[in-house]
Each structure stands twice: as structure tokens, then as C-alpha cells.
């Protein structure tokens, strides 16, 4: 009974390639988000969506588009991956704003 | 610009040592300050404050806010191996947004 889950759980994959990872939960929560945590383990929110509307797009480059088919799934596609996409990719949900986040298992992209 | 900063960065202890992580903050329109536990994997919730003054406690962890001094503390009293992890506070704003601490590593000692 995953609350929130990714796939897949590792990438490996080359520069200059496009990539996608999915995320979903079974929460009934109306407000999903994305981060990307470094090497340093310092974890920085990326987008938020609420009921399939973006509220939060951070300075991201737009090689990243969130993509939310529904409320209970909001995917990342990332498009010609560079060496500094490395990373563990977060997805979380919360009932809304005002509620705390719960965090899938994280999907590790290593690009090479 | 908003930030938040944790102390100590890390911090080694032995097993029934009691601890306590410090977390300060400044974020635009600040709504509630979290804690979250997160070992190898994601991180897992452990505390939402709102309001100043008030602790909230689970079992041997407690958690308090100062929205005054922009400061908060999370204590863990008779800390067992199974608490080592890294702990993570962030300040959340009226858009959900989670601005996120650099972490505190803690090692708990048999």
C-alpha cells in the first residue's frame, strides 16, 4: 500500500538524452510536488501542482516540464540530460498547501 | 531570499544521550515549520508547527517553534541506533513551498 511512488527507482542514462520519471499517489491528496536533492543532500523544491494547475515553478532550466495527467499523478520529463541532472529526484504530496509533504522513494538519475 | 539553517551539522552521540537540533529560519510568508527524518531512502514526516509555544511530542522526540526569534528545536531523549539519520527542517510557505535546511547527520552510539 505505497502512498507515494516513483518509477523507476534508478536511471542510467546518457547526456544529451530525454528521460521521464513518474510519480503517483494513492493519497487522495490534491497537491504534488517535485524536488532534486544534490551529492550534498540539500533538497530544493522544483515545481508544485495543485488539483492538475502549476503553482510553484522555481528556477528551473526548461530542459524540465512537469506534466500532472491527474491529480494523483504528476511526472517529470527531462529533456537533453546533462552530467549536472545527476541527482535523487523527490516526488511528494500534501492533502494542500497548508498540510505536511509526504515524499516518495526518491529516483536516483545518474547521467554519464 | 529565503533560508533555512540547521546546527550542529553533525553530531555523534551515545546510546540514552539526549539531543537537541536547532533549526532558524527566514521565509516569506512563513505558514509552519517541519521536521522530517530521512534515513537512506525519502524523508519521513515527524513534525508540523504552526503556532509558538507549543510542543508537539511523539514518543522520546519533541518539537517547538519561537515564530518570535524565527527558531525552532526538535529534542530526543534516550536516543537509541535507530534514531541515526539525518534530520531535516524546512520552513513552508503560503504556497506550500518547503525551503529546506542543509540537515543535521546524527550518530547514535551503542
Known amino acids: 500500500d505505497t502512498a507515494v511512488s516513483q518509477t523507476p527507482k534508478y536511471l542510467v542514462t546518457q547526456m544529451g538524452n530525454d528521460k521521464s520519471i513518474k510519480c503517483e499517489q494513492n493519497l487522495g491528496h490534491d497537491t504534488m510536488y517535485w524536488y532534486k536533492q544534490d551529492s550534498k543532500k540539500f533538497l530544493k523544491i522544483m515545481f508544485s501542482?495543485?488539483?492538475?494547475?502549476?503553482?510553484i515553478n522555481e528556477t528551473v532550466p526548461n530542459r524540465f516540464s512537469p506534466k500532472s495527467p491527474d491529480k494523483a499523478h504528476l511526472n517529470l520529463h527531462i529533456n537533453s540530460l546533462e552530467l549536472g541532472d545527476s541527482a535523487v529526484y523527490f516526488c511528494a504530496s500534501s492533502q494542500n498547501f497548508d498540510y505536511e509533504q509526504y515524499f516518495g522513494p526518491g529516483t536516483r538519475l545518474t547521467v554519464t | 531570499e529565503d533560508k533555512v539553517v540547521q546546527s550542529p551539522l553533525s553530531l555523534v552521540v551515545h546510546e540514552g544521550d539526549t539531543v537537541t537540533l536547532n533549526c532558524s529560519y527566514e521565509?516569506?510568508?512563513?505558514?509552519?515549520l517541519l521536521w522530517y527524518k530521512q534515513e537512506k531512502k525519502a524523508p519521513t514526516f515527524l513534525f508540523m508547527l504552526t503556532s509558538s509555544g507549543i510542543e508537539k511530542k511523539s514518543g522520546r522526540l519533541s518539537s517547538i517553534l519561537d515564530k518570535k526569534e524565527l527558531f525552532s528545536i526538535l529534542n530526543i531523549t534516550a536516543t537509541q541506533t535507530g534514531d541515526s539519520a539525518v534530520y531535516l527542517c524546512?520552513?513552508?510557505?503560503?504556497?506550500?513551498?518547503?525551503?529546506f535546511g542543509q540537515g543535521t547527520t546524527l550518530q547514535v552510539k551503542p
Open positions: 501542482y495543485n488539483n492538475k494547475e502549476l503553482i
Open positions: 524546512a520552513g513552508s510557505s503560503n504556497t506550500g513551498k518547503l525551503i
Open positions: 521565509v516569506t510568508n512563513f505558514r509552519s
